[in-house]
Antibody
Framework: QVQLQESGPGLVKPSETLSLTCTVSGGSITSYYWSWIRQPPGKGVEWIGDIYYSGNTNYNPSLKSRVTISVATSKKQFSLKLNSVTAADTAVYFC??????????????WGQGTLVTVSS | DIQMAQSPSSQSASVGDRVTITCRAGQSITSYLNWYQQKPGRAPKLLIRAASSLQSGVPSRFSGSGSGTDFTLTISSLQPEDSATYFCQQSYSTPYTFGQGTKLEIK
């Protein structure tokens, strides 16, 4: 079965760039949409954006100016970069797979999540 | 963005109880509503997709219903392992949005 695993620094300084990678194992990266989703401590879940294996991206307008999602199909990885971070970007970051674009955009599976703290 | 409102925010029920959680969308999302279960420190797990389709491997005591703006997740007979937070997500349009969650505790 497909498994996703996030990796990257757990601490980022304010104004710097948050960088995370999600590695896909046990299945193909092609023909699916791959999302980044975050959950601030004690708060609700926010969709950041997604990428198709071909490289087409969709971003949440609330974060679009600061977000870049990329894919490396040969490595079965996709990545998130969020620049100019502040404390408000502190959250558990999840990667997840969706079978398609709107409306086939349910997320299954999810990675286990990684906590990223923005602090000096 | 489509706002998703869940109720209640928390609930306590006994083993064997029938439990209902509601999700209301700010506009019609037809049937494009998904439900997830999240246990502390764990990744969310898809329970129901497209309002009423049970995801493979999910116990049949979970069911979903609704269309338009009002949706319901029902647990027909609550089990101890169902203690978790449940949240909804609309996949009708981007940006995909989620409900704030319902924390379900076992009495």
């Amino acid at each position: 079965q497909v498994q996703l695993q996030e990796s990257g620094p757990g601490l980022v300084k304010p104004s710097e760039t948050l960088s995370l990678t999600c590695t896909v194992s046990g299945g193909s990266i092609t023909s699916y949409y791959w999302s980044w989703i975050r959950q601030p401590p004690g708060k609700g879940v926010e969709w950041i954006g997604d990428i198709y294996y071909s490289g087409n991206t969709n971003y949440n307008p609330s974060l679009k100016s600061r977000v870049t999602i990329s894919v490396a199909t040969s490595k079965k990885q996709f990545s998130l970069k969020l620049n100019s971070v502040t404390a408000a970007d502190t959250a558990v970051y999840f990667c997840a797979r969706a079978p398609g674009y709107v409306p086939l955009s349910w997320f299954d599976p999810w990675g286990q999540g990684t906590l990223v703290t923005v602090s000096s | 963005d489509i706002q998703m409102a869940q109720s209640p925010s928390s609930q306590s029920a006994s083993v064997g109880d029938r439990v209902t959680i509601t999700c209301r969308a700010g506009q019609s999302i037809t049937s494009y509503l998904n439900w997830y279960q999240q246990k502390p420190g764990r990744a969310p797990k898809l329970l129901i997709r497209a309002a009423s389709s049970l995801q493979s491997g999910v116990p049949s005591r979970f069911s979903g219903s609704g269309s338009g703006t009002d949706f319901t997740l029902t647990i027909s007979s609550l089990q101890p392992e169902d203690s978790a937070t449940y949240f909804c997500q609309q996949s009708y349009s981007t940006p995909y949005t989620f409900g704030q969650g319902t924390k379900l505790e076992i009495k």
